[in-house]
């Protein structure tokens, strides 16, 4: 595994990962620039195309650009795209794949997004082959991240009774029943970051801050990420709310990724839950202003230097200074050019 250009992270206070995830890594193809979804029978033209590492991917790449130590369990395709995916998260990202495998003659699952404005719609395919149970004896680390739209896997529950934090996370329900398991599944979780359409659909409430009340009563900490309206937040009595970063967004795939593994930093960093908030905005909203999902995750060079671009004004920034003191020195003059970072495998003009 290759060193990290990007890493930002404090020496170990303790053996063994930072953070240990499971699920699946797809190949993202991501059209940008769309003026909206193309009409029935028609076409739609654009100069923007951006592929990359998606699915887990998007998170595992974030916490690592964060400088997190990161390992992955993963089925991978022996496909040109399996291969692509593989070598770009193991040598360009330094995300451990000691827990992955290579699966012959399954190809790898593919989702198209199509982004436009501050939205964008999916098409996915997925080769039916399951791929095997990845994890039999889960590797030590400070803090696990799971799928709760499925039972939380035995090395999950393993890693909680170590002392491990158990962040939980999920994608949107295709059926739109939004099954009531998934709450009573909380109980093994510590973290809780659904967006707010989720936050709401499973809690069978009508706004984002009373979804919040109501996860708040099953869960010990719960963030309702609300996209261009920012974040709200519980843990026990405390309550937090906070504005998201106000750029223009070319692509918001895997911003709400990008947002869980800063959050995820925060906690480990002991922040208080606003600054953990902030802090994860800020990342979410520098995401959003480049191509192609997980390779768009800020590095903390660029996260040294994007108060120097003009485009947030100075009472906002002020709202992240505290950030300052945690960027290394070494990041600190480099400037968001010297960013080293893996490229999608095709690019629109930008």
């Not at 909203?285 to 191509?291: A, E, F, T």
Request: hydrophobic share 45%.
């Amino acid at each position: 595994m290759s060193a990290d250009p990007c890493s930002g992270r404090p020496e170990p206070a303790s053996p063994g990962l930072d953070v240990f995830l499971s699920g699946q890594v797809y190949m993202d193809m991501i059209f940008t620039g769309l003026p909206g979804p193309p009409p029935p029978g028609g076409e739609v033209i654009t100069d923007g195309l951006g592929s990359a590492p998606g699915g887990v991917a998007n998170m595992a790449v974030a916490m690592s650009r964060l400088g997190l130590r990161v390992g992955l369990a993963a089925a991978f395709g022996d496909d040109l795209f399996g291969t692509y995916l593989w070598d770009t998260l193991a040598d360009q990202e330094s995300v451990d794949l000691t827990w992955s495998r290579r699966m012959p003659g399954w190809s790898s699952p593919v989702t198209v997004s199509l982004a436009y404005d501050a939205d964008r719609s999916m098409v996915t395919y997925v080769n039916p082959l399951p791929p095997p149970a990845p994890v039999s004896s889960p590797p030590p680390a400070r803090t696990c991240v799971v799928d709760i739209a499925q039972p939380v896997p035995s090395w999950a529950l393993e890693l909680r009774a170590q002392g491990a934090i158990v962040v939980a996370d999920l994608g949107w329900d295709p059926t739109e029943t939004w099954s009531m398991d998934v709450l009573e599944r909380l109980r093994h979780v510590d973290v809780f970051l659904p967006n707010a359409v989720e936050a709401m659909a499973y809690t069978r409430t009508s706004s984002a801050e009373a979804a919040l009340e109501r996860l708040a009563e099953l869960v010990p900490t719960v963030v309702v990420k609300c996209g261009a309206a920012g974040a709200l937040a519980a843990r026990g009595a405390e309550r937090a709310a906070e504005p998201a970063l106000p750029v223009e967004a070319l692509d918001p795939t895997g911003a709400g990724d990008v947002f869980a593994a800063a959050f995820v930093y925060g906690t480990l960093a002991g922040w208080g839950l606003p600054q953990r908030l902030r802090f994860a905005n800020l990342c979410a909203g520098l995401s959003v202003r480049h191509y192609s999902g997980s390779l768009g995750a800020p590095c903390w060079s660029e996260i040294a230097s994007f108060g120097e671009t003009g485009e947030v004004p100075g009472d906002v920034l002020a709202r992240y200074a505290f950030v300052v003191e945690h960027i290394p020195e070494t990041e600190l003059d480099r400037g968001a050019d010297a960013v080293a970072r893996a490229q999608p495998t095709l690019r629109g003009r930008q």
